[in-house]
């Protein structure tokens, strides 16, 4: 288990922690922590699982649910999962893996709606790295949990020079897709090639990179807690623990992918016997 960290604009390290102890996915609420990486055990059923998604059998379009309890989500997976294409008990157990994420994600904020997303699907040159969002004071904190394949890519924060940087580099990648898409559009081959081009170049470079050869992975099979940016303060240069950037991989097979958010503010708790309200 390793805690990687850096000291950030304003002096505090920041850490992402890849741990096999589940219990240390609670650091996620420290302020210095911008993910943690949990590799449980693989469960018994995932081999059969991702063998279906790999081959093309178990697909699940993708889907949002933006607004939903726990036993909304449970009703939506034993309707919407995929039937006959593995044994009814792999299919169960998923579901109730997908269930758990929305426990432990209860437990580490207190959320009781949640956003699922959830899909099946090949990765493509599309991907890059981003940070997720999450509404204006809504939890911060969201679980992913990649169920085959590659993993995810991760820019550790040792690694990033600043957000002012990556949120540039971001700004410009934006700009080259919106532009390439204007440009199929419009059957503009020459200006096609040239986009692509540069996509591929700026992709390259990485100039938020202190090291820009370095790829952290989390691994296929972990559960990952990690900081969203609230939408307020995204393209801000702000503290490296308020989001983890991160990005598909751009080859590869068909991944099982499942996203939990939360699109409100929990309820505030009730004060603690004694009279301490959190
Ligand atoms: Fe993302």
């Not at 036993?71 to 919407?80: F, K, P, S, V, Y």
């Not at 990556?166 to 898409?181: I, N, V």
């Not at 996509?199 to 470079?205: F, R």
Request: hydrophobic share 40%; with cysteine; glycine share 6%.
């Amino acid at each position: 288990m390793t805690a990687l960290s850096t000291p950030s604009h304003d002096g505090i390290d920041v850490r992402v922690i890849v741990t096999n102890d589940e219990n240390e996915l609670a650091a996620i609420a420290q302020a210095d922590v911008q993910a943690v990486i949990y590799r449980p055990p693989p469960p018994a059923w995932l081999q059969e699982i991702a063998e279906a998604v790999e081959a093309g059998r178990f697909r699940i379009a993708r889907n949002i649910l933006p607004d939903v309890r726990r036993d909304e989500i449970a009703r939506w997976l034993e309707g919407d999962l995929p039937t006959g294409v593995v044994s009814d008990q792999a299919r169960a157990d998923l579901k109730d893996d997908i269930v758990a994420l929305t426990d432990r994600l209860h437990s580490l904020t207190g959320a009781v709606r949640f956003m699922l997303r959830i899909f099946t699907e090949a990765p493509s040159t599309e991907c890059s790295f981003h940070v997720d969002t999450v509404p204006p004071g809504a939890p911060a904190v969201g679980l992913l949990r990649v169920y085959n394949g590659a993993g995810t890519d991760y820019v550790d924060p040792t690694n990033l020079t600043s957000f002012a940087d990556f949120y540039r580099y971001l700004g410009r990648h934006e700009r080259l897709r919106r532009d390439r898409r204007t440009a199929r559009q419009d059957g503009d081959a020459a200006a096609l090639l040239r986009l692509e081009r540069e996509i591929a170049a700026h992709g390259a470079a990485r100039p938020f990179l202190r090291r820009p050869d370095e790829n952290a992975v989390a691994p296929a099979g972990s559960i990952v807690a990690f900081r969203h940016i609230d939408v307020r303060h995204h393209w801000s240069d702000h503290f490296k623990a308020r989001a983890w950037i991160h990005s598909s991989p751009m080859t590869g097979t068909p991944r099982l992918v499942v996203n939990l958010t939360s699109p409100q503010r929990p309820p505030r708790r009730r004060p603690a016997r004694g009279g301490d309200s959190d």
